[in-house]
């Protein structure tokens, strides 16, 4: 399962995408202020917490993110190895695994907000922040990636089942990784230009009809939540 939304009736569903955007910021601010284990430990059934409130599952968002997972689980090794005695710090490998977990939590909070926030809320929330031309454009970027990446995915894992079935795999692996990377590229420059024709057909505008964001009761405990965290974060920091 890859990362994308899923219409649901989950608490987060029903949140506006500003809220949901300012909780992603605020745990980001906490998440980096406080690197104890104890108080990622806090932020972890913080982070649970949003996952479950999105309907979706701790397994399902991070299976979305396998493909960090390891980079994040390297680091550490990487970090706590040297050349000469002792050969290997424990307490370098142990803060960076402290950081790769940190990344991790992002990830999960990061996650639920996709799960839970269609295309169009979430390009609507970027250029509330964003007034003007700025937020047009970094608005459409966050709806192409939105839209694009599950596509180009798609391609990639396909191109591979493609070779495996030809017994692709009795070749060398720097051979496969050429067969599905060039394939990739290819596949994704023919979609690029096929989202120019389309975006031309269609009379691409930078000001189009976006749904009304509007607050409601339910959001308040999620920006009171997110405060909270902006207010911890800085007194940590202080």
Not at 200 to 224: E, H, Q
């Amino acid at each position: 399962m890859t990362l994308t939304y899923v219409p649901a009736d989950s608490a987060f569903h029903r949140l506006d995408p500003r809220s949901k955007l300012f909780l992603q910021v605020a745990f980001a601010a906490a998440a980096y202020a406080y690197t104890t284990p104890q108080g990622l430990a806090v932020l972890t059934t913080v982070a649970v917490g949003c996952v479950w409130a999105a309907g979706g599952t701790v397994r399902t968002v991070a299976w979305g993110y396998r493909f960090s997972a390891p980079f994040l689980l390297v680091a550490p090794i990487v970090a706590g190895v040297t050349i000469g005695q002792p050969w290997f710090h424990l307490a370098d490998a142990f803060s960076t695994g402290l950081a790769s977990y940190r990344i991790a939590i992002v990830l999960l909070v990061a996650g639920s907000f996709v799960r839970s926030t269609p295309v169009r809320e979430s390009r609507a929330a970027i250029q509330w922040l964003l007034p003007g031309r700025p937020g047009r454009i970094l608005g459409v970027g966050v709806a192409l990636v939105f839209r694009f990446l599950p596509l180009l995915r798609h391609d990639l894992v396909s191109t591979r089942a493609a070779v495996h079935a030809r017994c692709g795999t009795e070749r060398p692996v720097h051979r496969r990784m050429r067969i599905v990377a060039v394939a990739g590229i290819a596949r994704a420059l023919g979609r690029a230009d096929r989202l120019a024709t389309a975006l031309t057909a269609r009379c691409f505008a930078w000001n189009p009809t976006l749904p009304t964001l509007r607050f409601s009761r339910a959001d308040g405990p999620v920006v009171l939540l997110a405060t909270g965290l902006v207010v911890a974060a800085i007194v940590r920091i202080a």
